[in-house]
């Protein structure tokens, strides 16, 4: 698969503050791709520059292998944290207008911003004005400005913030049905089961540097422990727990983490000689809050 993005040495400093630090990664074409840390590592600095909001310091920034510094305008969505709706304006005048900076033709414009609100099923907020509408819906129409275009490149930070389960499922079915037609997700969040469930690809930032990347399952695996589950038909016997040396209060489960010389083929031998009935085997990986947690914090105590 195609880089769609690529960033190169990225720099921006503020004041003697270094809000990226020699930031260097791709995001392919057609994914979703994460990009986190906690408040304050440089993320938005990096969108940004990725948008031409700012400019780096140094490095360079490539869509499709060009450069933004030079593309008058780059193929790019963008849904800030902060919304950026104009609040006095109606809901389709200006949608539209917002797609004719585009470069869409009025009628274009038009029939574009239709098909969205149709998709939605929000024609009837044509003639709203942005204040009249609660938070979700604003969401809903900063999402439509988003992606109206058909930018190649989508970057959404938080774009769950203030909608139900409904409204959340819905923006989440149009993303990956974006990334299936091709368009590149760069995508914002810090509530890391979002990032588990969508994202194929995430780098993690801190204090304006990249403190881990890769696939997401590669990640997972990196950081496992070898703990496993195993569950059984049966209550297990105190006494199995104190010959396996663990502490359990689940009383159809154990949940151990192998030492460096054991082998987890020993352990259901051991419980097969011991006439319990295995159920089912699945091994813990840790979760992303709490590799996100684990990482942040080792980089803060070195």
């Known amino acids: 698969m195609n880089d769609l993005l690529q960033l190169t040495q990225i720099n921006k400093e503020y004041s003697s503050v270094k809000a990226v630090d020699n930031v260097s990664f791709s995001v392919a074409g057609g994914s979703i791709f994460g990009l986190l840390g906690p408040n304050g590592a440089g993320k938005t600095s990096l969108i940004r520059i990725i948008t031409g909001i700012t400019h780096a310091d140094s490095g360079q920034v490539l869509l499709n292998g060009l450069d933004t510094s030079v593309l008058k305008n780059p193929s ?169 040396k663990i502490n359990n209060n689940k009383a159809k489960s154990i949940i151990i983490q192998l030492a460096e010389n054991q082998k987890l083929n020993d352990i259901l031998k051991y419980l097969i000689d011991q006439n319990i009935q295995i159920k089912s085997l699945r091994e813990l990986l840790p979760t992303f809050n709490d590799i996100f947690i684990r990482t942040v914090n080792e980089v803060n105590y070195e």
């Open 76 to 244: 790019i969505g963008y849904m800030p944290e902060e919304r950026g709706l104009y609040k006095k304006m109606k809901v389709g005048e200006q949608l539209v207008y917002l797609c004719r900076l585009k470069g869409f033709t009025k009628k274009d414009a038009e029939a574009a911003v239709v098909y969205w609100m149709r998709k939605f099923e929000i024609e009837s907020w044509w003639n709203k004005k942005i204040e009249e509408l609660s938070k979700g819906m604003s969401q809903k129409i900063q999402f439509i400005a988003t992606v109206v275009h058909k930018p190649s490149l989508i970057i959404l930070d938080e774009p769950f913030s203030g909608l139900d389960p409904i409204n959340s499922n819905l923006i989440k079915d149009e993303i990956i049905r974006l990334k299936n037609e091709g368009s590149s997700i760069l995508f914002s969040t810090h509530r890391m089961e979002q990032v588990e469930e969508m994202c194929e690809e995430i780098v993690l930032m801190n204090k304006g540097k990249v403190v881990l990347n890769g696939h997401v399952n590669d990640i997972r695996n990196r950081f496992k422990e070898n703990i496993y589950e195993i569950m059984t038909y049966e209550e297990i016997p105190e006494s199995i727990y104190t010959s396996l």
